[in-house]
């Protein structure tokens, strides 16, 4: 059943005075949880950083007052795989928290689909086992299919087995179920990059840009849109408002643009993330694509065995991301999604 039928039966049998068979009582949830539940749903919306902490608090706090509520079991797994997307090792604290929390949640209801994709999200990101992911994000298609998180993960996993334009209409789809939550917009610009829609990712951030004023999100594939297109000083715009005009990420890519131009701009930024790695967590990928995009191939695979070996879950990625383009043709690449075991490069 859908989610959302789930819930409006959960609130129908915490109202109802009587229950209408006395033999099967209904379930019942503390009113109190729900409203918890309820505002944890609303932050995580609005999907910002600070919103999604306080989305975890939050939900955390409503399993505190009813331990058997499968929702907010279910939202605090999904909340959990959100924050860790760029590294999902399946041995993290985090990750094995969420799997957890998956599961618990199937105990208390096993057709809550949200549940079932965040089971085969982990399959897909941190497993790196594709029938198991496909199975449970189809399941929870089948359980929940205008719920955008679900579209969200099967969304996914159709981008890693290479079928672009499929999971990008999966995105559409999702928005259109959600158009009110940041997120679905944003996996719209997302996938949209990845299948090379540049003009569409440049149109539609725009708009979600006069839907969301607040947000600096959308400025990321926006820009990365106008810089695989040639348009260097638009995309260098973009990034001052996604990066912040005072970031050091932005100071030292367009010092190096002024400098060197795109190459020189990536170079610059890829060497001042390796140096920042010795002090602070940045994902290996991000500096392997900067190294990539300046053509320096020999450091973007140092930095992608890097990513291989903290099983990084945005190497999954790559073969579509425009940042790696120019090292694709590499045999290096390909060997090495031979060894993560992405179907199209083993077949």
């Known amino acids: 059943r859908d989610r959302s039928q789930a819930i409006s039966g959960e609130i129908r049998a915490a109202?109802?005075?009587?229950?209408?068979?006395?033999?099967?009582?209904p379930p019942r949830i503390k009113p109190e949880a729900y409203e918890t539940y309820l505002r944890g749903r609303h932050?995580?919306?609005?999907?910002?950083?600070?919103?999604?902490v306080r989305a975890r608090e939050l939900f955390q706090r409503a399993i505190e007052l009813d331990p058997n509520f499968a929702p907010a079991w279910s939202a605090l797994a999904f909340t959990i795989i959100a924050e860790e997307f760029?590294?999902?090792?399946?041995?993290?604290?985090?990750?094995?928290?969420?799997?957890?929390?998956?599961?618990?949640?199937?105990?208390?209801?096993?057709?809550?689909g949200e549940a079932h994709a965040v089971v085969g999200f982990l399959a897909l990101y941190?497993?790196?086992?594709?029938?198991?992911?496909?199975?449970?994000?189809?399941?929870?298609?089948?359980?929940?299919?205008?719920?955008?998180?679900?579209?969200?993960?099967?969304?996914?996993?159709?981008?890693?087995?290479g079928k672009l334009e499929a999971s990008l209409e999966q995105t559409r789809l999702g928005?259109?179920?959600?158009?009110?939550?940041?997120?679905?917009?944003?996996?719209?610009?997302?996938?949209?990059?990845?299948?090379?829609?540049?003009?569409e990712v440049i149109a539609e951030g725009r708009r979600t840009l006069e839907k969301f004023p607040e947000s600096t999100s959308p400025h990321g594939p926006i820009g990365d849109a106008l810089w695989a297109l040639g348009r260097y000083e638009e995309a260098l715009a973009e990034y001052e408002v996604r990066w912040g005009p005072e970031s050091d990420s932005f100071r030292v890519f367009s010092e190096g643009?002024?400098?060197?131009?795109?190459?020189?701009?990536?170079?610059?930024?890829?060497?001042?993330?390796?140096?920042?790695?010795?002090?602070?967590?940045?994902?290996?990928?991000?500096?392997?694509?900067?190294?990539?995009?300046?053509e320096e191939s020999d450091l973007a695979f140092e930095w992608l065995e890097n990513a291989?070996?903290?099983?990084?879950?945005?190497?999954?990625?790559?073969?579509?991301?425009?940042?790696?383009?120019?090292?694709l043709s590499d045999p290096r690449f390909a060997a090495l999604m031979r060894r993560i075991g992405i179907p199209q490069f083993t077949e």
């Open 15 to 25: 109202i109802v005075s009587e229950p209408e068979a006395a033999d099967v009582p």
């Open 43 to 52: 932050a995580l919306n609005t999907w910002a950083w600070e919103s999604r």
């Open 86 to 112: 760029g590294a999902l090792d399946p041995e993290r604290d985090e990750v094995l928290g969420a799997r957890a929390a998956a599961l618990r949640a199937l105990e208390l209801d096993p057709d809550l």
């Open 126 to 161: 941190s497993d790196w086992d594709w029938p198991v992911a496909e199975r449970e994000l189809k399941r929870a298609l089948e359980l929940s299919p205008q719920d955008s998180n679900v579209r969200h993960g099967y969304a996914d996993n159709l981008l890693v087995m």
């Open 175 to 199: 928005r259109s179920y959600d158009p009110l939550a940041r997120l679905p917009h944003q996996e719209v610009l997302y996938h949209a990059l990845m299948a090379g829609h540049y003009d």
């Open 257 to 294: 643009f002024e400098r060197a131009g795109p190459k020189g701009a990536s170079k610059a930024l890829a060497d001042r993330l390796d140096e920042r790695s010795k002090t602070e967590p940045i994902n290996p990928v991000t500096i392997a694509g900067h190294y990539a995009w300046a």
């Open 308 to 327: 291989y070996d903290v099983h990084s879950a945005m190497l999954l990625h790559t073969p579509f991301d425009p940042y790696f383009g120019p090292i």
